[in-house]
């Protein structure tokens, strides 16, 4: 998969580091792979002649932010540049698939509304190690499209009845090294497409 630098997507005529911009012409050359990844990507817009190149044979996006990022007071910023890059897709009439990772930064809590702007379009979501205490009831109600959720490495302690209702698609669900030492009874009932469950490195006790 090919990385993309933030830099990459900066205008040439901009003296502003804070207003990158898509150039078509780069995106045209790029998107004949058919994959981008962007790394730390933050975009104030998408123009609209760079939408028809964009989503030409590129089948899949996917997002990084780690380490160096305050993602409490950024991620409304990250939350809209996958929002355009989704509706562009929708636009376009394209199905691709969005991934968004937020991995090794400080997000404690998840709630119902943390990750509206762009629940509709995400394939996969991945909060890794980003010391994540606790996942609201309904917080991933709207994600109807994803797949594939990774919440491993973290500090959950419980799954209640309602933590992942309305994930009828998810396929993928990583828990993984968590501190998680109850689970309620139901608390998977609603993943009916779940092939693949991790629970390995918490607190559980199996067989009492």
């Given at each position: ?44 817009s ?21 380490d ?13 540049t ?11 009439g ?13 997000l ?23 010391g ?55 608390a ?21």
């Open positions: 998969m090919l990385e993309i630098r933030h830099d990459l997507f900066r205008d040439n005529n901009s003296n502003s580091a804070a207003t990158p911009l898509i150039r078509c012409g780069e995106l045209a050359e790029l998107t004949r792979i058919g994959a981008m990844h962007c790394e730390h990507l933050i975009l104030d998408i123009r609209p002649d760079a939408a028809r190149f964009m989503f030409a044979n590129l089948h899949s996006v996917t997002f990084t932010y780690y160096r990022f305050e993602v409490d007071e950024l991620l409304p910023r990250i939350l809209s996958v929002g355009q890059f989704e509706q562009a897709a929708s636009g376009a394209a199905k691709t698939r969005l991934s968004l990772a937020i991995v090794w930064n400080t404690v809590s998840v709630e119902p509304a943390t990750f509206a702007p762009v629940a509709a379009g995400l394939a996969e979501l991945k909060l890794f190690q980003d994540v205490e606790s996942v609201a009831p309904f917080s991933f109600k709207r994600f109807a499209q994803l797949r594939t959720l990774d919440l491993g490495f973290n500090r959950i302690e419980r799954v209640d009845e309602a933590t992942f209702a309305g994930l009828a698609r998810l396929e993928a669900l990583h828990l993984t090294n968590n501190e998680i030492g109850s689970v309620a009874p139901g998977f009932s609603e993943l009916a497409s779940l092939r693949l469950l991790r629970l390995d490195g918490n607190r559980l006790r199996w067989g009492d």
